[in-house]
């Protein structure tokens, strides 16, 4: 035991003392400090906009939309004109061009009363549908006979009435956000509660669901603006409860499955526990991009990335380059077994490997604190049976990283087994670098996904890899929100990835053992 | 003597040839044995079945009383040994290299590995890194490490190459003084017999997979040696050979061009010279012929097996 102990002791000596190990894992921490530095200059600029109002591009950019709607419309005017004369009597192109000129008008007032008030149509979702719906309706009450021709009169007057009364409403809107923006937002929300309730063709228990989304629409109302981020996940919850209602999922016409609504259960906990909690209100304002949430995984599956390479290099040359060095000669003569001498190799590249990744950890945590601590501190948050639980930020990021590390392992064994097998460096290392960028790019571009349905997918080993959306299901759900990604793609079971990545990592191990035991060094 | 290291009935192939043909031997205490034979006759394949790197078709090694196979560790342990060239971890220091080394074995304390240092002398050399040593410091770091942890068997596979003169006789005192002062079985391999004369006690000679004999050094010295040859150059070659035809016609080996080749002790020779001289033949040198060891060798072994 002792004599073991020793060995394992020579192998880390030899592995600390490679250059290679210096320099790779020096360059994980200016990789990583570096790419803080980037996303944090684009942050700044990002927040350094202002997007109440536009810019001159956009504004420019708007002026020429007008001016195209603008032609358009005298060739309709013209074209009516024709029509009216006598030159053409079809009616139904009539009634054709009378909708197309309502569009083509409502369009142009609403682009006015953007230009007119320097208004970022791009980033304030509600008060861009109010000034659309006002200047459609206006343009609707205008040709209001000619389009809605031969309708009895009853009908007649209280559709014209209706559009009136909304119209109205949605003018008192824009009129009150000239003044003051957080009480025209809740004037907006209370015309839609009002609606909702008089409603009578939903449930009751629809109506609640939409209400609630309203309340929690006030309740974040800041200054008249509620991010694009929290708008986003206010309505995806409210959409998921309304499938949870009605037993039926967004995408399909057919009833959930118990599965399926455990799963929906835990998203909506999951979901409800983000907004309330207000992890929101610390992402950047009108962070369209994500980048904020995203920094954390971005630095981990980057420093992941080397740590990768530098451990695929170090066991794909542990065998290998002994032998083509001779050096392989004072192991071999050493009064230990060969199956020892294995194994001593085995657990030194193993605690090497979680060494790396602990200076992995040191190295994300710190450079976040220095650069991003006010955007990234937010604690993961999973949901069991229908509770939502918060998982401490520093215990997440250190499980994240930890789950990388079993991509690392598997990577680092495959390259081991090559070794000794081929005894071969170039071939052993250059085939697991290709193996792993190999698996980057299926992973990343869902491409199993999308290639087939068969089952014989799950055997591919890059589908039982990248566990971390498998350990944390919920991490992806900001983007889920924002509506950028729905998490499509996961093929296999966790269980099953880790059964998998269990047998596999056995017969590679085996493989290895029986070769470098069994085999003559010559 | 007790047989420290004991070879019977080894054989090994190498896909179909046959590199090793029922190999046995045995090594003693307190003796420098030596291995003798030409380049690929199986010195190496053989020094390396003992060392594990190979594992035998068949036969059996036993090393103070334990077989390699069923005590592989304990066997481990009583050997030590340079296979080839020593090979050691290039990025690090010498000493490093000793005592990551001297960690697989039981009970080498730090004044051990002290003491090996300067026997092999290399004091002042051994905390540099190794890739900054010469061949030859190499060669005796490798012994050093092969020392270190007081092995009853030290095998070296051709431990003199790529020193220097002054090296190898260091080498070999080195190797003397610990076969029979500290009782240790040197087992050493070479292909050249000058070397082993003045190293080995015995020798063991091998040829194309098979063991040709094992003799003390001074029988097969004795064996080879004792026949002198005399070059006798001139241009008048027929000449000589019709004067010595009536007197020592047996004695005549060759006659060519330029010399004749006659096989003379001390006193022969005397009598020849006196005899050209009355005869009045010319010629420019007569020149002494020793039997080299290494023809004698050759002889032996039948020409050597490296060209095959």
């Not at chain 1, 419309?73 to 009616?91: A, F, P, R, T, Y």
Request: aromatic share 10%; hydrophobic share 40%.
């Amino acid at each position: 035991m002792n004599k073991f102990f020793g060995l394992y002791l020579n192998e880390m000596t030899k592995l600390s003392r490679k250059i290679i190990t210096i320099i790779l894992l020096a360059v994980m921490i200016i990789s990583v400090i570096g790419i803080g530095i980037l996303f944090k200059v684009e942050l700044e600029y990002y927040n350094s906009n202002d997007y109440n109002t536009m810019n001159s591009s956009d504004m420019s950019m708007l002026e020429e939309r007008k001016k195209a709607y603008e032609i358009e419309l005298d060739g309709i005017k013209s074209q009516i004109e024709g029509i009216e004369n006598g030159e053409n009597e079809d009616e139904v192109s009539k009634f054709k061009l009378y909708n197309q000129l309502i569009n083509i008008e409502g369009e142009i007032t609403y682009l006015d009363y953007a230009i007119e008030n320097n208004l970022n149509i791009y980033t304030n979702l509600w008060i861009d549908s109010v000034m659309r719906n006002y200047s459609y309706a206006a343009a609707e009450i205008k040709y209001f006979e000619k389009v809605n021709e031969g309708y009895e009169k009853e009908e007649y007057e209280a559709t014209l009435k209706e559009v009136k009364a909304s119209s109205e409403k949605d003018l008192k809107v824009l009129n009150k956000y000239k003044e003051d923006k957080a009480a025209a937002l809740n004037l907006y929300l209370d015309y839609q509660d009002a609606e909702i309730k008089s409603n009578k063709d939903i449930s009751k228990e629809m109506a609640e669901i939409q209400l609630e989304s309203n309340e929690l629409k006030r309740q974040y109302n800041q200054n008249g603006e509620i991010s694009t981020y929290l708008n986003n996940s206010i309505e995806k919850l409210k959409s998921n409860k309304i499938s949870l209602l009605n037993n039926q999922s967004d995408e399909n016409d057919r009833p959930l499955t118990h599965d399926e609504r455990e799963e929906l259960i835990n998203k909506i906990a999951v979901q409800e526990h983000y907004i309330k909690s207000g992890a929101y209100l610390t992402q950047s304002k009108n962070d369209d991009s994500g980048v904020s949430s995203q920094i954390i995984s971005i630095f981990i599956s980057f420093s992941g990335f080397f740590v990768s390479i530098l451990m695929i290099i170090l066991a794909g040359s542990t065998i290998s380059s002994e032998v083509s060095t001779g050096s392989i000669k004072s192991l071999i003569i050493s009064p230990l077994k060969r199956h020892k001498i294995y194994t001593a190799k085995i657990l030194s590249l193993t605690t090497f490997a979680l060494f790396s990744l602990i200076i992995m950890y040191i190295t994300i945590i710190i450079t976040n604190q220095a650069l991003f601590s006010e955007y990234t501190i937010t604690p993961y948050i999973g949901a069991v049976n229908g509770k939502a639980y918060e998982l401490n930020f520093y215990l997440h990021t250190f499980l994240l990283v930890l789950i990388k590390g079993i991509d690392v392992f598997v990577f680092m064994m495959f390259a081991m087994m090559l070794s000794t097998v081929t005894r071969n460096t170039s071939a052993s290392v250059g085939i697991s670098i290709a193996g792993f960028f190999g698996g980057l790019i299926i992973s990343s571009s869902q491409m199993l996904y999308f290639i087939s349905k068969g089952e014989w997918r799950k055997f591919i080993p890059f589908a039982n890899l990248y566990l971390e959306d498998k350990f944390f299901p919920y991490s992806s759900l900001t983007e889920e929100m924002s509506g950028y990604y729905d998490n499509v793609g996961q093929i296999t079971s966790l269980n099953f990835s880790l059964i998998y990545i269990a047998v596999l990592l056995v017969c590679m191990v085996y493989t290895g053992y029986e070769s470098f035991i069994k085999r003559d060094i010559k | 003597m007790d047989a420290i290291l004991k070879i019977e009935h080894l054989n090994k192939c190498f896909g179909k040839k046959k590199i090793l043909d029922d190999i046995s031997f045995e090594v003693y205490s307190g003796e420098v044995f030596g291995f003798l034979g030409p380049n690929g006759a199986g010195k190496t394949t053989t020094i390396k079945i003992v060392m594990g790197f190979l594992q035998a078709d068949s036969g059996k090694i036993t090393v103070d009383g334990y077989e390699l196979k069923k005590d592989y560790e304990k066997v481990m342990a009583r050997l030590g040994g340079i296979v080839e060239n020593p090979e050691m971890y290039k990025t690090l220091s010498g000493y490093t290299n000793l005592k990551m080394y001297a960690r697989l074995h039981d009970n080498v304390s730090e004044e051990r590995i002290n003491e090996v240092v300067e026997l092999v002398r290399l004091q002042k050399r051994i905390k540099n890194k190794v890739k900054t040593y010469s061949l030859g410091m190499k060669q005796r770091l490798g012994l050093a490490q092969a020392m270190v942890h007081k092995p009853k068997v030290l095998i070296l596979d051709e431990p003199t190459n790529g020193l220097d003169p002054a090296g190898i006789k260091e080498m070999r005192d080195i190797l003397r003084k610990l076969a029979h002062e500290e009782n240790i079985a040197v087992f050493v391999s070479s292909h050249m017999l000058s070397e082993m004369e003045l190293m080995c006690d015995r020798v063991g000679i091998i040829n194309n997979g098979k063991l040709i004999g094992v003799k003390k050094i001074d029988d097969l010295l004795h064996e080879v040696s004792g026949k002198v040859i005399y070059k006798i150059f001139s241009k008048e070659t027929k000449k000589i050979e019709d004067v010595l035809s009536t007197q020592y016609k047996e004695k005549i080996l060759s006659v060519k061009d330029e010399y004749v080749e006659i096989e003379a002790d001390d006193e022969l020779i005397t009598n020849i010279n006196f005899l050209l001289a009355q005869n009045m033949v010319h010629y420019t040198e007569i020149k002494r012929n020793e039997v080299s060891l290494e023809d004698a060798f050759i002889n032996i072994t039948g020409g050597g097996g490296a060209i095959e």
